[in-house]
């Protein structure tokens, strides 16, 4: 059984950085595709950024390119999300997410399959 734990989240203020991490341990061998989703209150849970974990491909959204990098170590099964010049909309429960072999890359909450617990990220102004 694979399980996912993030770390990390905090209370920045707006212009801040923050590092999250999601290591992944049991039967990581399945996972073809690891991601970031978030989910501020009131509001449905968003995509944000995913890599192939075979072809190191990444998809990010418009809102958060150019301030937000995904990047992973293999040997650690571990991806890290760090977060640079943070916005008050940034503010959210950050989930990470595991997905296996898909047609095409998944940016949708459904085509992942396994979900750590949540780490939440406040920026304030």
């Known amino acids: 059984q694979v399980q996912l734990a993030e770390s990390g989240g905090g209370l920045v203020q707006v212009g801040g950085s923050l590092r999250l991490s999601c290591a992944a341990s049991g039967r990581a061998f399945s996972i073809y595709f690891m991601g970031w989703f978030r989910q501020a209150p009131g509001k449905e849970r968003e995509f944000v950024v995913a890599?192939?974990?075979?072809?190191?491909?990444?998809y990010v959204v418009d809102s958060v390119k150019g301030r937000f990098t995904i990047s992973r170590d293999n040997a650690k099964d571990t991806m890290y999300l760090q977060m640079n010049s943070l916005k008050p909309e940034d503010s959210a429960v950050y989930f990470c997410a595991a997905a296996g072999g898909r047609a095409a890359f998944p940016i949708r909450p459904y085509e992942y399959d396994i979900w750590g617990q949540g780490t939440e990220v406040t920026v304030s102004s």
């Open positions: 890599t192939s974990w075979k072809s190191s491909s990444t």
